[in-house]
């Protein structure tokens, strides 16, 4: 099973289908600001946010060809997510993975769990029992409770449970936690302007992937590499071998 990771789409939505062809792709995994916006959204977001190819999707003039699945990003409107979440929207082949959730992908005999934890980490609203507002950027500490009863492979996110660092991926506790209870192949976060392959300790390999413009990873489960192919410096030699 080959699986395409992406990040940060923010609307420009035929870029992965470029990808798909490009890698054979069997799913998509995204992390998060896939660009799920009404059209009239605020106008202070970036043009190249608002300016984007959801509405050819959604109204069926573009279709996906193969089957992706996203966390939801701080930028995705929440209004909308949910009307995907209660089936009152639909994309042929694109699914929004709710926070805390699991979601199973098949080929053949091959199956691949993907815990998704989509949203912003925030001191504060993770310790609300119950987040409010209308439009929810944050995610709370019942959806990382919910992933720690599952085992699963990969591990999506948006953003990852920190110590506030902006100069460097800085863990807290609460990370850490979770990886040592859920044990997955790979941990996926969109958030970072930079690229990463790293292992963190035997427990994960760690990838942060930056917007789609720069490029994307491909999994191959049958040995579980990750290969990088960078747009940014046309290089596609930086790979990471899972456990």
């Given at each position: ?87 009152y929207l639909s994309i042929p082949n694109f699914n929004i993975i709710k926070d805390g959730n699991i979601i199973i992908l098949k080929k053949n005999k091959e199956i691949v769990k993907v815990g998704g ?127």
């Amino acid at each position: 099973m080959k699986i395409l990771i992406i990040g940060n789409t923010r609307g420009q939505l035929n870029r992965i289908n470029e990808y798909i062809i490009k890698t054979n792709a069997d799913f998509v995994l995204c992390t998060g600001d896939f660009g799920v916006l009404y059209k009239n959204d605020n106008t202070k977001l970036p043009k190249f946010i608002t300016d984007n190819q959801f509405y050819q999707y959604l109204y069926g003039n573009k279709k996906f060809l193969a089957p992706i699945y996203s966390v939801r990003g701080p930028h995705d409107n929440l209004s909308l997510i949910r009307q995907f979440y209660n089936n009152y929207l639909s994309i042929p082949n694109f699914n929004i993975i709710k926070d805390g959730n699991i979601i199973i992908l098949k080929k053949n005999k091959e199956i691949v769990k993907v815990g998704g934890l989509g949203g912003s980490y925030s001191p504060k609203y993770y310790t609300q029992d119950k987040l409010f507002g209308y439009e929810k950027r944050h995610f709370n500490y019942r959806a990382v409770d919910n992933l720690k009863e599952s085992q699963f492979n990969i591990l999506l996110l948006h953003d990852i449970i920190d110590n506030y660092n902006k100069k460097k991926v800085d863990f807290s506790e609460k990370m850490f936690s979770l990886l040592r209870k859920t044990m997955p192949y790979y941990t996926i976060v969109g958030k970072y302007n930079w690229w990463a392959a790293v292992r963190l300790f035997p427990l994960s390999n760690f990838i942060t992937i930056p917007s789609i413009d720069n490029g994307y990873f491909i999994i191959d489960t049958k040995t579980w590499r990750a290969e990088a192919v960078r747009l940014d410096v046309n290089i596609g030699d930086i790979s990471e071998q899972a456990k």
